[in-house]
């Protein structure tokens, strides 16, 4: 297989990929969180601190300066 048709390949594949964690991570309820470093975005190296789904590992949202400082003491 041709390099060029390999990545157009892979790249559909990813984007299947990205579809179904995105459909499986709507459905989910959150029912238990952590605070967890995760990155920016997906084509980011910087890493922040999130509440993130402990069942989808979706971002649910920001930890507040309690949490924070608590997460960071660990």
Do not use: W, Y
């Not at 297989?1 to 790249?11: F, N, R, V, Y």
């Amino acid at each position: 297989m041709e390099d060029s048709q390999k990545i157009a390949t892979l790249l559909a594949e990813r984007q299947n990929i990205e579809r179904e964690i995105a459909k499986i991570q709507q459905l989910c309820h959150h029912p238990s969180t952590s605070i967890k470093f995760v990155r920016e975005r997906l084509d980011s190296t910087m890493m922040v601190v999130r509440h993130t789904c402990d069942e989808c590992s979706s971002i649910v949202g920001i930890p507040n300066t309690n949490d924070l400082e608590n997460f960071l003491k660990k």
